[in-house]
Structure formats: C-alpha cells, structure tokens
C-alpha cells in the first residue's frame, strides 16, 4: 500500500503500549501494526505548515519567512520565561499568545534518559511526555499562565538537567528513578510567586512504548542527504521510527516534507 502527505509529529493514543498514529493527505497509517514489516519512504518536495507552499523548510516545518513571522515559532515557545502575554505585551500576534499563554502549564520531572525537568501546557499532558520519549513523568507545579512556568523551570534547572540525551533514550538504557523524592528535593529552589501552586500529592505517570528491537548503534536518517530510504520498522519511540539496522528517523525534525511511503 501507498500513502503520501506533509511529515507532521505523529498522534498519540494513551494505551498500553501508546498508539502512534502518522497522518497522510487522505489517510493515516496506524504505525503500532506496521512493526516488524518493510517501509520504503520517499522524500517528495516541501510543505510549508504555514503558508502551504513547496518552498524550502527552514525549521520547525515552516519556510524562511514563515519561521520569523508566525507566532508558533516565536521564541517564547522554546523559552517560556519569554512569555508577556500576561503583561498585555504582544510579541507576534497578542491574541494567539493569550490563547497559548494564558492557561494553566505544568513543570514535570520526566525520565527518558536521565530526570529532566520541563515545561507543557496542561492540555498536552501526558502527550508531551510520550513525544519525549519519557518511560516516567511527575507534575511538579500547575501554574496559571506560561510566564511562571518559564521562571519556574529556569530555577529548577539549576538543579536538574533540562536536556534529554536521545540516543540513550533510543537505545532504552534507562533507570528508573524516585521521582517524588526528586519533587520533594527540588520543592525548596520553586521561585516565591510559583510556590503556591506546588502539587504534592499525585503519583508518578508510567508510559510504555511499540518496540520490539532497540538499536545499538544509531545512525539517523537524514531526507536531504538520504531521499529514500527502505527498512524494517522495529518499533516507535518518542517520536521517532526505529528500523531493523539501526536507523532512526525523527519524524517531528522532518515536519514540512512531503514524502511518499510504501508498505511491502
């Protein structure tokens, strides 16, 4: 069977293992039933995310000029002690920043690789997790706006890592940790104006993933430089595809291409 469409992140069922779900123009391909069988994928042209054009990605699925115009690629997204939208400032487009910003966020502790801590809107818990790979998470705060989880991270992390190391996540070299002994080591360092929204009585979240082989050792599949490629897929991890000879491909670093995928 043939599918073609933009390379979005896949979509994420909660079960046991989480579904992942990869959306085609007119179709989509349930990924956890294709383990085990042989995919060619095809790299095709570009579709910008935003103004749906065949030109270019530059990052993040979006053109050149699409990247430093639209309000989902501003800075505040990847540092959210950039947020303003509570100070009535606009960065790009105000009211698309109150609409993100201004609803309840959650540091989380998450455990891929190692504890890191992080920063989500409340609605894409635990979605955030899955896509990060992470086998264990913890909510640390729920706060109001996205301001304070930005502050509330920058200080954390002067303690715990805010980096995740992909290849040991990939290659499932994992530990698992007490993740509320960490919540409570951390409780000290939460700024003054987040420490009211400090949550201290749930329970550790276990997410499970589509993998029947790990790799060992990893090579990434690069579109640009590899336009085609055909493997046996062994399972689904964050949001990468993980092949029989140890190729993995970052379908969320290739958001913005069109490419062409067969089942044989």
């Known amino acids: 069977m043939q599918y073609q469409g933009v390379l979005k992140k896949m979509q994420t069922e909660i079960t046991n293992p989480i579904n992942y779900y990869l959306m085609m123009e007119n179709d989509f391909l349930q990924m956890n039933q294709l383990i085990d069988k042989k995919m060619h ?47 009535d400032i606009e960065d790009r487009d105000l009211d698309y920043e109150k609409k993100i910003q201004l609803q309840p966020h959650i540091v989380y502790l998450a455990n891929s690789s190692n504890v890191k801590v992080g920063v989500t809107r409340k609605t ?56 509320v002994e960490y919540r409570e080591a951390l409780k000290a360092y939460i700024p003054e104006e987040a420490k009211s929204y400090f949550i201290a009585d749930n329970e550790e979240t276990h997410i499970h993933f589509p993998v029947s082989k790990y790799p060992e050792k990893l090579k990434t599949l690069n579109l640009d430089k590899t336009p085609a490629y055909e493997g046996v897929l062994k399972g689904v991890k964050g949001q990468y595809l993980i092949f029989e000879d140890d190729t993995v491909f970052n379908v969320r670093s290739w958001e913005g291409y069109v490419v062409r995928i067969e089942i044989l």
């Open 41 to 87: 994928i095809e790299f095709i042209g570009y579709q910008c995310l935003a103004c749906g054009e065949n030109k270019k990605i530059y990052r993040q699925g979006y053109c050149y000029d699409d990247f430093y115009k639209v309000p989902q690629a501003a800075d505040w997204i990847m540092k959210p002690e950039l947020s303003t939208a509570h100070l």
């Open 124 to 179: 894409q818990v635990p979605t955030r997790w899955i896509d990060q790979g992470a086998h264990e998470a913890l909510e640390i705060v729920e706060v109001p706006n996205r301001y304070l989880a930005g502050i509330t991270e920058i200080a954390l992390k002067e303690h715990v890592s805010d980096k995740t190391n992909w290849r040991k996540m990939l290659k499932n070299e994992i530990e698992d940790v007490n993740l």
